[in-house]
């Protein structure tokens, strides 16, 4: 469920203490650029004589959303609301090219895109004596034993149960053992 956290201006969409949209209020206009977007919120804060204090989040009016990671506060909240379905079908990602093409449209300098490139063009770029080392080493097998691999599982080495177990060192000469 998401919840709407609205201040004077503005209305911070919130999955849990995610904020998964942020819109200002008197232009209904998604905000694309928002520091706070896809982040968490930290706790709450309020004002009580002059002082700041912190508590959970919690559906309270008069409080502040805290953006720990971005260092961000927001003014007092003055409205909390459960986001309408029409709202959430809405809402802007959080990346792909719809948020390039938002950022432009919003006179913005788009996310930078991932470089594609073939697989095999750094190579070319070396040296002729490296580029023959790296591709020996491709077709070679290690020369260690490969990992067991099981579903969901962490990945442990195979180990020879048939090996004997390792025995202690000898004590030193001229020493002896307790």
Request: net charge positive; aromatic share 4%.
């Amino acid at each position: 469920m998401v919840t709407v956290y609205a201040t004077r201006n503005t209305e911070y969409h919130l999955r849990g203490d995610l904020c998964v949209a942020v819109r200002d209020r008197e232009t209904l206009a998604w905000a694309s650029s928002s520091q706070v977007l896809g982040q968490r919120v930290t706790c709450m804060v309020v004002s009580i004589r002059g002082q700041l204090r912190r508590h959970t989040l919690s559906p309270r009016i008069g409080s502040s959303l805290w953006f720990e990671s971005v260092q961000a506060m927001t003014s007092s909240i003055r409205v909390i609301r459960p986001a309408t379905s029409e709202e959430v079908a809405a809402y802007p990602s959080l990346a792909g090219p719809a948020r390039a093409e938002r950022a432009l449209e919003d006179g913005l300098t788009p996310p930078v895109p991932l470089l594609v490139r073939r697989t095999d063009q750094w190579l070319e770029q070396l040296p002729p004596a490296s580029r023959q080392v790296l591709e020996e080493a491709r077709s070679t097998e290690p020369a260690w034993s490969s990992p067991s691999r099981t579903p969901s599982v962490v990945l442990r080495p195979v180990i020879d149960v048939g090996a004997p177990p390792r025995r202690p060192l000898p004590p030193p000469s001229g020493e002896t053992r307790l």
